[in-house]
């Protein structure tokens, strides 16, 4: 193809209006690109061709043409004349047209020939060129091209280094966001040699991006270090978002005294500025209410809730979940209760989350009744029950001792064929352990693998436990016959014979007669480490005056939240969540991957040992694997202390817990029961009960088993109206009593000589609809020998009035 050689400067000038000439440059670009699209660049000839900007720019303008045919053109124009080179305009076209077609693979060559042209694209062209790297998932390519960009001398602004931070950051890529903003710090800090493209950190949203990612990522060590970096900067400042994140990040770490600070810090600037952009908002509120409650300072949170109602700020539906879940959790069933009703009566409609917190609170309360009408509510108000759902009706049903309607719901559930998960399995699965049937646990786990049900540690621990107790330590081979899939179950065997062996020869790691757990003081100290474990130095003798004695602090009179200023102003620098009260109860499987399987295996055998007695077994195996490296739980220094407590070693009971304590593992419902039941073996029921007063105080719970524990300690000390109080206390908080309130009630009663008293208890045992046990039969047995022996006494007394009256 020949065409007429056309003046390059009809093209670069805009001022020439000849219509000749303006035509046969039409012509010359609609030939150009009739040829490109019918057989490429192979017929053009170069010598024909007047290339220039402009032309070159039209052809790649062309909607008609493809992006691989205009990519060709470009790569012609420099080939095969030598001397042309395309300017800073036709490489921003170019690179804008790859972005748009997906072709991003084509762009590191012609950043190589853009640094051979000596010329150089604007900063809005190379953060299109950043973004869509960054889209297709080449985050290592958007590097390369940011260390291009900085390296060539272009000038950046904020903006090109905030949208890949941002970007890094949502796409998981924590490392590589974290590196860069590193560096980007370095630059501030003129660390750099002079060299930086940059002067100013990123913008917030960029920074508050990637410190999300870390608090996703769990990169607590990192979260820490960035954040002590940005303080130490006097041009920067948190706004409420980056606040938000670092308050609700340190609270969920257990850095409680952190989080309030902020809040402290957030008042104060709100304070001194003109503008509300430094205030506490909705979202800070919802993140403190939500670390009381996770540090169990529930009591604190529902203060802070009805402060918040009279802030100027209304409470949403993230505000009411996080109570009604923290109030369920705790055994506040009735503020859960009531919350929940002021929820709906404000517009909000209870989802599948609320509700099923609400059944779990329920059931633990023992409240049945209560539990399935909220469930007949739910499905009458159109919500969704999930599968979550009807695994805590399963599991309720169990524990309330209905398990023959738990079985029949699963059945029903089964035929269904929906709402039935591997969860569910394990549950009965469990259940049927606990009740000695074996070869229909087994069975169901068949059943399980048939429909592609992964079955997880806590079902096979089920089995162990069960194998164990019915000393059928052979059917764990049937276990591999039942479970085809996956390496656990062979794991799981492995590591039993691992144990085996290291228990018969176990490594030397301690000195001969070293106390495995040394007690340091007594454990008449208690009170003391209550006090401490709860955040106050509390002294054994004067707790009660130190209570009442508050420090003075200045306080807001105008301030909206006086009461959250107050728990700000009073935290100390060095309170941390582990040394309070949890919600969480230690679990002895947690089945959280690899990195728990130790001491998960751990807990599963320590169960097995303690529950055959066989304690200096137990603590053989806690020895050889503490030493090993596992680090224990709180279930872990449970199960040891429980036994210590059950067989009256109580001051090595003691040296367990100042053990627990200094491991930093937090206490929780079952830490405080064995408490109580080691002093009331001790004779020093009174220490407990005020033990138990200090930790309601401060936020703690007490669930149903707390309350019979210390109702057992006070009634068998004498302190019986202590017992009936507490009592009355466990039902008005909403907690339903069982069987084992009963009978230590009429227990105590009938050995105290109240029998109108045990009576009394056992009729409202009756009318609850509470189904005696065989301790209840021996107790009722005890109570008619009771009665009868003082009915022999009053007609002794009637006979000898008669004779004396006879007598005169």
């Known amino acids: ?18 219509p000749s000439i303006q035509l046969g440059n039409i012509l010359l670009i609609a030939s150009l690109a009739k040829t490109l699209l019918e057989s490429g660049t192979r017929n053009l000839d170069p010598n024909s061709i007047p290339l220039s900007e402009p032309l070159v720019l039209h052809i790649l303008r062309k909607n008609s043409l493809e992006p691989s045919k205009k990519l060709d053109f470009f790569n012609w124009c420099r080939s095969f004349k030598p001397n042309f080179k395309h300017s800073a305009v036709t490489y921003s076209h170019i690179f804008r047209t790859l972005c748009r077609s997906g072709f991003v693979e084509e762009v590191p060559n012609l950043l190589f020939l853009m640094k051979e042209d000596g010329v150089l694209v604007d900063s809005s062209t190379f953060k299109l060129l950043l973004d869509a790297f960054i889209r297709s998932g080449k985050f290592d390519t958007a590097l390369e091209i940011l260390d291009y960009m900085e390296e060539s001398g272009a000038c950046l602004n904020a903006s090109v280094y905030d949208s890949v931070l941002v970007a890094l950051a ?17 630059a501030c800090n003129g660390n750099d040699n002079g060299n930086s493209v940059v002067s100013s950190l990123p913008g917030s949203v960029a920074i508050n991006e990637l410190l999300v990612a870390l608090k996703k990522a769990d990169m607590r060590a990192e979260f820490k270090q960035i954040f002590d970096k940005l303080r130490e900067k006097k041009d920067f400042e948190l706004d409420t978002c980056g606040y938000n994140i670092c308050i609700h990040t340190f609270g969920c770490w257990g850095d409680l005294a952190a989080s309030l600070s902020l809040f402290k810090e957030m008042k104060q ?60 959790k705790s055994y506040k069933i009735n503020d859960a209760m009531k919350i929940f009703s002021e929820m709906q009566y404000n517009g909000f409609a209870p989802d599948t989350v609320v509700y099923n917190s609400l059944l779990n609170g329920l059931f633990k309360a023992r409240k049945l009744m209560e539990a399935c009408q909220l469930f007949e509510k739910m499905v009458q108000d159109g919500v969704r029950a999930s599968c979550w759902t009807y695994n805590i009706m399963i599991d309720g049903l169990f524990r309330n001792g209905r398990a023959e309607a738990a079985y029949t719901l699963f059945c029903d559930l089964k035929k269904k064929g929906q709402f039935v998960d591997g969860v569910t399995y394990s549950i009965v699965v469990l259940q049927l352990c606990r009740e ?46 039942h479970i085809r899939g996956g390496n656990l179950v062979p794991n799981v065997l492995k590591w039993k014979a691992n144990m085996e062996a290291l228990m018969k020869n176990p490594p030397k790691n301690r000195k001969d007669y070293t106390p495995l757990f040394p007690s340091r003081g007594d454990f008449s100290e208690i009170r003391s480490y209550a006090g401490q474990a709860m955040g106050n130095n509390v002294d054994s003798k004067d707790c009660d005056e130190k209570d009442q004695k508050m420090p003075f602090i200045e306080t807001d009179q105008w301030s909206s939240s006086p009461y959250m200023d107050q728990l700000a102003n009073q935290v100390k620098s060095t309170e941390h969540s582990s040394r309070l009260f949890s919600l969480r109860r230690g679990q002895r499987v947690k089945e959280k991957g690899i990195g728990s399987f130790d001491v998960d295996m751990v807990n599963t055998f320590l169960s097995i040992f303690l529950a055959k007695g066989k304690l ?56 405080y029961n064995l408490i109580i039941q080691g002093l009331g073996k001790m004779g020093r029921a009174d220490i407990a009960s005020s033990i138990l007063e200090k930790l309601m105080k401060q936020g703690g719970y007490l669930d149903l088993v707390m309350y019979n524990t210390l109702i057992n300690a006070l009634g068998k000390a004498g302190y019986i109206n202590e017992a009936s109080k507490l009592f009355e206390q466990m039902r008005s908080s ?75």
Request: proline content about 3%; glycine content about 6%.
């Open 1 to 18: 193809m020949r065409h007429g050689r056309t003046p390059i400067s009809s093209f670069s000038s805009p001022l020439l209006k000849n």
């Open 170 to 186: 949502r796409k998981g890529q924590v490392g590589l966001a974290l590196s860069m903003f590193c560096k980007l710090l370095e």
């Open 269 to 328: 600037k709100e304070k001194s500025s003109s503008s509300c952009s430094f205030g506490p908002d909705l979202c800070t509120y919802n993140s403190l209410i939500h670390i009381l409650c996770s540090v169990g300072k529930v009591k604190d949170a529902l203060i802070v809730w009805e402060e918040l109602k009279v802030s100027g700020h209304e409470p949403d539906v993230f505000t009411y979940r996080i109570l009604i879940q923290g109030c369920s």
């Open 436 to 481: 000695g049937q074996l070869e229909e646990a087994l069975q169901l786990v068949e059943e399980m693998e048939d429909r592609g049900f992964l079955v997880d540690l806590v079902t096979i621990t089920s089995l162990l436990v069960g194998f164990y107790k019915q000393g059928r330590w052979d059917w764990t081979e049937r276990l591999m016959k």
């Open 616 to 671: 200096s077994l137990a603590c053989k195996l806690f020895e050889v694997f503490t030493d090993m490296g596992v680090d224990p739980v709180s279930y872990t220094y449970n199960s040891i202390m429980s036994s210590f407590v059950k067989k009256g070693y109580i001051s090595e009971a003691w040296g367990v817990l100042n053990e627990m304590d200094e491991k930093v593992c937090p206490t929780d419902v079952a830490t």
């Open 734 to 808: 909403g907690i339903n009593p069982d069987v084992i309130s009963y009978n230590t009630l009429i227990e105590v009663h009938t050995k105290a000589g109240q029998l109108k008293d045990a009576y009394r208890y056992l009729k409202m045992m009756l009318d609850a609809g509470c189904s005696p046990n065989h301790v209840t039969d021996t107790i009722l047995d005890n109570l008619g020998k009771e009665i009868d022996k003082l009915r022999l006494q009053k007609a002794s007394i009637v006979c000898a009035d008669n004779n004396n009256g006879d007598d005169s």
